[in-house]
């Protein structure tokens, strides 16, 4: 059976499909990448307890008028702040809920939406989303900028819908700009900040602010790393106690064994 020739119009349109892929394919490698700022590095150490203690402090009196931390629980929080389980209820206001409920924000979520204009994210698993260099740069790298609803912008996170929370403690800044790009378009960006006012708070003491706030944010997305690393140890000194066992028993059932008469099978592999 002979096959129908194709018709030159539908030979055109092929041609003009692929033509079009080919320069959309040119344009987008063509289309230079966005400028990225470069993030601080934070070193954290979620056994140091009272890291942990000032960031849930920080938390309570900073983040939960907006965001949820439901990998928490409000008992969880009373024993990280050293706070009393009745003095946690009466800072946050929550006596009409139990402390083994999740952290919530006491802000409706369509409230908060029609203020900032998206939902304030649960801070949960949001290290792990960004990274902790992220997080920490984040906090320290908001500026003004009068343009925005908010008045404050950040370095990270280009048109954050977040106030600048952090205004009383670290002072007010401004950005650092330098030529780059963003969606393809040659701007001004901001890659840093710079102070413009004093806060209540010294630089290095602000420093230590958002790095243990980053460092409760790391604890309460991974609670359980301190059993699992504890229990992980002897579960391999159990593994390897059973292998030892397993050999010992091994040599002993295959010594009273008849072994075959010739080689073994695995001297054929050699050959």
Known sequence: MQRPSRRPTDLLAAASLTLAALMFAGNALAQPADTQPPLAHVQIDVHDVQAVRTGALVFMNQC?????????????????????????????????????????????????????GVTPPDLTYEIHLRGADWLYTYFKSFYVDPGRPSGANNVVFHNVAMPNVFAAMQGL???????????????????????????????????????????????????????????????????????????????????????????????????
């Open 173 to 271: 800044q401004q950005p650092v700009t330098q030529e780059g790009f963003r969606q393809g378009q040659r701007m001004p960006i901001a890659v840093g900040v710079k102070p413009l006012t004093r806060g209540s708070l010294s630089p290095d003491q602000f420093d230590a602010v958002a790095r243990d706030l980053v460092t409760f944010i790391e604890h309460v997305g991974e609670p359980h790393q301190f059993e699992r690393h504890a229990i992980g140890r002897w579960v391999l000194v159990i593994t390897a106690l059973w292998t030892i066992l397993m050999y010992i028993v091994y040599r002993l059932y295959w010594r009273d064994v008849v072994r075959p008469q010739g080689p073994r099978w695995w001297s054929y592999l050699k050959r």
């Open 64 to 116: 939960l008028a907006c965001h949820s931390l439901q990998g928490e629980r409000f008992e969880g929080l009373a024993k990280l702040t050293g706070l009393s389980q009745q003095e946690v209820a009466r800072t946050l206001k929550i006596s009409s809920r139990s402390m083994l409920d999740t952290i919530e924000t006491p802000m409706p979520a369509a409230l908060a939406k029609s203020y900032f």
